[in-house]
């Protein structure tokens, strides 16, 4: 019996160790939670690259377009702090750890399948990203980025090398283009026509050597986008929801609680002055009044909120001096440049956004509180490079080059208006109108004394123009000092005005070779002589 | 089949069975002749025993020549041998109180005064009846070296334990927690992260405080070495009562307990709200987040007679505004033609004055607690049983917070005749938790829904309750703000819930087989499933959060977590001569863990209030599947020289199954050694009784978690949507896997004195730590432009070191009056020693630029955010508005004012008081947190909105400390609002830090023992009745008075993350009645 009860016990004991062996598997070190890097696909990858894409170029946009007045820059009232180290690391993981990478292995893919286009795609991209981290960083890892634990410390390459390397890129690009290769089931930018690469490659390519200062090369290059047909934007939707593809702009300004931003006192006051007398025919499109009416101005005084159109609030002199401050008629109820101040329950009362570009409302004077899904709910562009762009540069070549730039600035403002005009699901603008605005602006400009005075005018309708970039404002305005007459910062003693960007915070922390900068005063390589700008 | 017959055959019959022997009764008594109930008696050289009853009778089987051996813990044993009398009866002597017999790592067994390591034990009397459902809450105060957190005062949420300090900031610092041998999940699942509303309970919560025995709390890694890694954090030791019947150490004569008590739960930390000022800024009126506005007298500069809305010139009635929602009107809010059906016209009117709208929302919650547990054993004492049911019911003070819990258990145990001895325990919870949503919460509105984000700062002339929440037709979230930017706190309540539902079965059996005397093999096998359903929803028409979370959401998923634990071991037990003895146990050890989620996510309700995934219109998977496996084998041999040299060496080796093959190892072991020199000797006229020094080195390790060296690549269905058609993408994985990745390896080194003094009136327990942990495993941010923004990597070190006190003292020690103190106190700090080349600073907890923060040099506990800017001297830079300048440089290497805090304690210390004379017992726990800082967004949000009697002060002007750019002295006025809203709630976050020192009563209790005479002609043996207070007093004296701020509050989750509170939890008071019975 003893012997019978041990053999029971001995049994049971071996079951129970059998049905443990689950437990003592011990190679389970693959993620079943995600795939594996075989299993990469060159289409999807290109799928996600156009959309980071238009992310980065938006978010860097924003910055551009705040420091220079097209948008209100709030928050913090020293330059230096306007935009902090942490404030690119998003920018900076989507331009090299999404983007990069993906291009990179997406590369690899394409080239397996001989997707000529693809790579294209990806060397545009790439090479305009390139270029831009350059413009607002300076000196930015390029030669040893992307090896992976081969490298965890990438070395700076000078700015000089990095846009060197980026021109070779989009003339490989365009190489790839012209080879006849399949285009993906989506081109977000160009809907699979190989010429509009081509065109937007090049046009890089002009903008890079604007900045470079050669002209030669700039006027060399004449396959550019010299058509609103071919401008290199990115068409957002209306979709809220899983995924959110509104336009970024739009997600800000309409919302269930009312704005979450404040639009440019200094842009808004330059369209509604216009030209000679006549209102700029763009403001209805680009912004949105939900008041007819500002506070202190030709409304009554609103404490609650507006503070400052309190008569006897206190306003600094330099800002008085400037002559524009607080607020503006009509219900044009902005923000100044810099303005820190806490949030008043103004949300469904300032201006917003309007149809171009954010895909917003057209205002229409019907003077609505507007939100979620109002207006055309999103489905507005960003532009990235746009023909009246290419004749506002031309314009500035020309002068560079001793030329008249006349001809092109009234170009630049044409096709501004037709692009503003042209926008799906408002009014169509009075032809008429584009007309006369440009008579007006023809006198303003013939009544300006000064080649200065005249570059004052070209800069403020390139601004205009630019309503939704910002990137190739903040160069133009580092390269040649114009707008001159903007908005000055609230505070007296803003500090210099960000020649460059902070390095991002998980660059200069996490990589042994670079140390942050210890202000914003060093200007990227290309704007050494740039004029000083505040 | 026929073994396991059999098996269940002689367990019913073995009650039956009797032997030709005589029985011998009598009482066990202590020295001045009290009863000692639970005495054992046992036939020497048999496992043949009784323990007595609560008078302390016994009545055994035994025949005559035999002897009976007595003990009972703190006395010296006795053995008597059996003459021709049938009635013993025993008078045990006081013995040293340290030669106690505890359970050490694997269940194993020591003498107390043969551990070269600290262990620390907390009894049934400090755990039950208490008013938490929480052990570890329970335990809080009660063990030196143990620092226990809460996530608030939420019913049900979680609680963070660390013991000694942080070791690691890449995995866990919490304890192994193991439940009668077995490892129990204690882990903390949240839904959301703390910026999404970390409701989430941890799970030792499935266990009732009632049903434990004891706990003993293994503090170092000499202690723990045999648990191996997971023991790395110190361990947990339970024993439930089922737990104790099953391991047979403390069985007693069938006994009926019931343990019932109510307690009312309520709001601790409610602020002193002023009554002077009401909502707007600058003295003026309006309907803002903050309470800057005119006062509620009618004259003065601030008077509210000078403000056209409350004089009557608007409203039409002095005192009497416009009701808000009349002059709220727009076409996105409400509708003029719907006031009627809120009650409203436009000729409504709100009163001018202060409303108690915290008061109003929080009422007083209740808790029923009760526990019922059956135990008994047959006559000789083979076969023994526990049965226990435990009901608690817990109504927090926060409205939808409640907390449901049954449980039941069972032990058994049974001695066989072939040497071989079952036990096993079985039990089974479930456990209801719901809440409101808590999510991070700032000055005004909150990342997602928060229910204390939204009510705290709540202006002073604004009543919630008496404002209607939903909009009439929609549902949608109304409220007094002109922009709807608030989200009322009661829609909040009616509209949306997180609620966890678990169920759970845990427990173990153990077969014992003793091949001779000195030697047995156990193998045992433990079980722990829990499945937890986790449901949170919130209807369409919300405000705070993301434009999804606004459409409305519908959240149902499982998590199923699994360990099976297989062991196996070899104990033995030899004299080797007449000086040396030895124990040994070698064993081996597979640990399988488990961990599938699975579920859906619901966005975009249609009809409002239905809550099923069909009246959404996106449906997203929400899954996660982990497995772990772990192989372990460990030896431990303990020698002990003529009982007072005491020598153990231990050593484990692990595999664990997440590491590539080569680096998936390690062995890490321990010695440890205890002198008791009083044994040896003399001292003479010192008041020594006891005296011993002990030293140990300690080794374990860390695993890594997830899959650490796994390369991956995304796929997102939803990338995009272009023309109606939603974009699937792929993108690179933002981890570089590491297949060099090895475990770290954590030394410790531990000295402790304990002694006996003054005729063992003074007992004390010194410990001293110092813990290295090598080959650290950081999650080390990358430069994105390598290609990746995160590895796990070896790099770095960090340095523990501590200190542990124990103290008891028996100042009186009398026949009807006893006064006895017990005092802790802990201290201990984690110094970040070494991070690598590549990295000065790595935020491991929080947002990047606001965190906490390893930073070599420093502690780990450090904490890092913006902070004032100032000259080179060191002095706060002043703008020119006035306001302080914010250098926003959170890298400490550039800004060495990044470091605005560290939440790691001076010291704690906790006195606990218990004084009795005859039936009545009074006790107190005092506790004293001294130094630790927290960032706190309550307290900014309360003083930076003009809420509390700290800001009443405030029609003259301020001027901060501090230069202008120019380096003359500030001489710029600001206003009250520009002074704490513009720089507590606009401005730099060290100004939002504070120190979080706290004093605080934890408990107090008076209870009565009813008189046995009394109980004589009832069924009851025994009846006690005891009042009882939790955190009735506290004051955190550094932080504003009027926040009445309560500090223990674990604002980022129970993660290793610490110091920062975003309004996610405020604090309970609990006090009520218990009863206990025992028939």
Known sequence: MKTLNKISILALTSLLVLSSCETTELDLSSNPNALSPSQAGADLFINEIQVDFAYMVNGLSGVGSRLTRINQLGGERLYRDAYSPNSFSGTWSQAYQQMGEDIRVMKTLAAESGLTYYIGMGEVIQAYTLLTLVDFFGDIPYSEALLGAENLNPALDSGQSVYNAALAM??????????????????????????????????????????????????????????????????????????????????????????????????????????????????????YRQVSATPGTDGPVDEVSLECSVPGFYIEPHRVAYGLYCNLTEGYWGRDHGNDEGIPPDGFKRTIAGVYPAGGAFDDSSYLSLGLGDGLGGLGITPILLNSWMHFMNAEVAVMTGGDPTTETLAGIRSSMNKVDDIAGAPSMDAASIDSYIANFAADWTAASSLGAKLELWAEEYWIASQGGGIENYNSYRRNGYPQNLQPMIEPDPGQFPLSMWYPQNLAANNSNVNQKSDVSGRVFWNSNGPSVD | MKSLFRLLVVFLLTTQLSFAQKTVTGVVSDPDGLPLPGATVLVQGTTTGVTTDFDGNFSINVSEGQSLEFSFVGYETSAIAVGSGNVINVSLSLGNQLEEVIVTSLGITREKRALGYAVSEVDESQIESRASGDVARVLSGKASGVQVTNQGGISGSGTSVIIRGLSTFSSSNQPLFVVDGVPFQSETNSQGSFTSGNNGSSRFLDLDPNNIESVNVLKGLAAATLYGSQGRNGVILITTKAGSTASGTNALKNEVTINTSYFSNELAMKPDYQMQYGNGFNQNFGWYFSNWGPSFDEGGPAGWGKQSQINGAVSGQPGFLKHPYNSNLNARFLSRDLLPLLGLSMDSLWEWKPYDSVGDLFQPGSIVNTNIAFRGQSDDGKVSYNVNYGNLDDQGFTPGNSLRRNTLSFGGRAVLSNKITVAGTLNYSFVDFKSPPIAAAYSSGSSDSSLYGNVFYTPRSVGIAQLPY??????????????????????????????????????????????????????????????????????????????????????????????????????????????????????????????????????????????????????????YYGSKNTLGVFGQASLDYQNYLYITLATRTDWVSNLSEENRSITYPSASIAFVPSSILDFGNLPVDFLKVRASYGTSATFPGGYPIASTLNLDTKSFRIDGVDVTSNTTGSRLGNTALKPELLEELEFGIEANLFDNRLSAEISYFNRTTNDLIIDQPLDPSTGYTITSTNIGQIDATGWEVDLNLNWIRGDKFNWSTAINYTTNQSV????????????????????????????????IGTSVGRDASGRPLIDASGSYTSNNDTNYKTNKYALIGDYNPDFIANVANTISYGNLSFGFLFNATIGGDMYSSYMMTLLGRGITTDTVDRELPYILPGVLSDGSVNNKMIDNATTYFGNLIVGPDELRTWDASVLRLSEISLSYDVPKKWLDRTPFGAASLTAQGFNLWYDAYNTPEGTNYDPNIAGLGVGNGGGFEYFNGVSAKKYGVSLKLTF
């Open chain 1, 170 to 287: 989009l003339d490989s690009a365009i190489n790839n283009f012209s080879q006849g290769g399949a285009s993906p089931q989506y081109d977000m930018y160009y809907g699979g026509d190989a010429s509009g690469w081509i065109k937007a490659a090049n046009s890089i390519k002009k903008k890079a050597l604007l900045n470079l200062g050669d002209y030669a090369g700039y006027n060399s290059i004449t396959n550019y986008i010299t058509d609103s047909s071919d401008d290199f934007q990115f068409q957002w939707g209306t979709n809220a929801i899983n995924p959110d593809n509104r336009h970024p702009m739009y997600r800000s300004s309409y919302s269930n609680t009312g704005a979450g931003v404040y639009q440019s006192n200094w842009y808004m006051n330059r369209m509604m002055v216009g030209r000679n007398g006549m209102r700029d025919p763009r403001i209805n499109y680009i912004f």
């Open chain 2, 470 to 623: 939903a909009h009439p037709i929609t549902g949608a979230s109304i409220y007094y703000r002109s922009s709807n930017g608030i989200q009322h706190p009661l829609w909040t309540v009616n509209n949306t819930q997180d609620a966890q539902a678990t169920h759970r079965v845990y427990g173990g059996t153990t077969v014992q087989y003793d091949i001779s005397d000195n030697l047995n093999v156990v193998y045992g096998y433990g079980y722990d499933v829990y499945s937890e359903d986790n449901t949170s929803y919130q209807n369409k028409g919300g405000v705070d959060g993301s434009v999804e979370t606004q459409s409305g959401f519908y959240e149902k998923f499982n998590n199923t977590s699994s360990i099976f634990n297989h062991k196996i071991l070899i104990n033995g037990d030899y004299e080797l001569d007449s000086d040396w003895s030895m124990t040994f146990n070698v064993g081996a050890e597979s640990i399988g863990e488990e961990y599938d989620r699975n579920g859906t996510r619901s966005t975009g309700q249609n009809v409002f209030n239905v809550l099923r995934h069909f009246n959404f219109n996106n449906q997203e998977e929400i899954e």
């Open chain 2, 832 to 863: 970040v020693v070494d991070l690598g080349q590549n990295t000065d600073q790595i935020t491991y907890a929080g947002f990047g630029s606001l965190g906490n923060a390893a930073i070599v040099g420093l502690p780990l506990t450090s904490m």
